[in-house]
């Protein structure tokens, strides 16, 4: 699956669906965006079951600034409309494939369960 363009108009409806949304936080001028997206679209196609978003910053400010993006590329990933994960820097595509595992085997029910706690 090719990676989806998300702006303002379509990000809270991709984001909060079920299953799992990775999103790259990127601009066109930032060298190491340039170099992370292919690995990006690599991950991308070999997991038709996740949808993987893509945000200019430059033309999505909003956004950016919605989700405190200090440095990009940043990645998000997003699991049944819960944040689980967002870290600055580009990641080699063995530590893409681990993050996307890790996000996979989560138990969503106990990640709710910790997020009430830690909200009360």
Known sequence: MATVELTTGNFDEVASSDGIVLIDFWAEWCGPCKRFAPVYERSAGK???IVFGKVDTEAQQE???KFEIRSIPTIMAIRDGVIVFSQAGALPESALENLIEQVQGLDM????????????
């Open 109 to 120: 029910d106990d990640v709710r369960k910790k997020l009430a706690e830690h909200n009360h």
């Open 63 to 65: 956004l950016g600034a």
């Open 47 to 49: 997991h038709p079951d």
